[in-house]
């Protein structure tokens, strides 16, 4: 059995909010990519944060260029399930129900609550 890949830090997960959608990048591209965000992140925090989640096994490196390209070693919907049904078994005792219900009176636009009835009513046919 292989071991479990550590669960992500706030800032590892807005990391790789970044680094999901660019699919590989070197720390400068991601560097880049999140100033607009953050304008506030320097690249030499970017690095050094790649180089521990490399270590801690959320990022693959590919050393064969000058410049090292990092990817997510887990596809953003196995890691966001995965920390899904974590937190349903630690804060909603294993409950989806409970879980959901929480999540629709926390707040949801519009639009999302047309999105999720559309997704209900498909789900039933």
Same mark, same amino acid.
């Given at each position: 059995m292989t071991a479990a890949i550590p669960k992500p830090t706030a800032a590892e997960l807005d990391l790789l909010q +970044?680094?999901?959608?660019?699919? !590989?990048? +070197? !720390?400068?591209?991601?560097?880049e990519a999140m100033q607009s965000g953050r304008p506030d992140v320097t690249y030499a925090t970017v690095l050094r944060l790649m180089q521990i989640m490399h270590g801690k096994g959320l990022l693959i490196r590919d050393e064969s260029q000058r410049s090292h390209v990092y990817a997510p070693a887990q596809a953003q919907d196995s890691l966001q399930a995965n920390l899904l049904k974590?937190?349903?078994q630690k804060a909603f005792a294993g409950s989806a129900k409970a879980l959901v219900l929480a999540a629709l009176r926390s707040g949801i636009s519009k639009k999302e609550r047309e999105e999720i009835e559309k997704l209900l009513k498909e789900d039933e046919q």
């Open positions: +970044t680094l999901w959608p660019l699919g !590989a990048a +070197t !720390a400068r591209q991601v560097h974590d937190l349903m």
